[in-house]
């Protein structure tokens, strides 16, 4: 079974560009989140979905982010414009209520650069 | 909001020797969870325990849920190289779906 695919692995982009980032969960999952990591804050919930819906997007740091979630198989994450600090390594990882909502399922992640 | 402070932040230590790190919390928590994260990878979940006390093992590892529920420890025995990662303790709280809060995170690596 495929697990959480992000794409793309690699992104460089110059400041003031629209930056998407995309994810595809496990099958079945119900629960979809978005985490970036840095350095000096470590890793940080942006937003979660749960069976498509937008739950908390507290962690979103302005409104230049945003996210989406279609369908139950697509998720999108979308800076713009972007900005230097905007630079880190985004996550999405997908969890199932039924079998422990809790165990999160990451995958590989998107190094994003903002030049 | 709550943290988690996971020590130490980095240590270095020979293989086959025994390894030991924690997890504090200011709050407390109904789930702790451990995931060890390698480089250019996303963290991968070893171990969740589900009550204050619990003493968990997936193999050479072994994790406590602390009993005042504010902490959590990892022990690995036994140390190979391919134990390095990055070790990262994970909460959540209870009252419905709870978000998971990560650590800081502890950086290990291991010397043939």
């Known amino acids: 079974d495929a697990g959480v695919i992000q794409s793309p692995r690699h992104e460089v982009t110059e400041m003031g560009q629209e930056v998407t980032l995309r994810c595809k969960p496990i099958?079945?999952?119900?629960?979809l989140f978005w985490y970036r990591q840095t350095m000096m804050r470590g890793l940080e919930l942006l937003i979660y979905f749960n069976n498509n819906v937008p739950i908390d997007d507290s962690g979103m740091p302005e409104d230049r982010f945003s996210a989406k979630m279609p369908n139950a198989s697509f998720s999108t994450l979308k800076i713009q414009p972007s900005e230097p600090r905007d630079s880190a390594v985004y996550f999405c990882?997908?969890?199932?209520?039924?079998?422990?909502?809790?165990?999160?399922?990451f995958g590989s992640g998107t190094q994003l650069s903002v030049l | 909001g709550q943290q988690l402070n996971q020590s130490p932040q980095s240590m270095f230590i020979q293989e086959g020797e025994d390894v030991s790190m924690n997890c504090t919390s200011s709050?407390?928590?109904?789930?702790w969870l451990w995931y060890k994260q390698e480089p250019g990878e996303g963290p991968v979940l070893l171990i969740a325990l589900y009550k204050a006390g619990e003493l968990t093992s997936n193999g050479r590892l072994t994790a406590q849920f602390g009993i005042t529920r504010k902490d959590s420890f990892l022990n690995i025995s036994a140390s190979i190289p391919s134990d390095v990662g990055i070790y990262f303790c994970a909460g959540q709280g209870s009252g419905g779906y709870q978000k998971v809060t990560f650590g800081t995170g502890t950086k290990l690596q291991v010397i043939p």
């Open positions: 099958s079945g999952h119900d629960y």
């Open positions: 709050s407390i928590f109904n789930t």
């Open positions: 990882a997908s969890s199932a209520t039924g079998t422990g909502g809790e165990k999160l399922f």
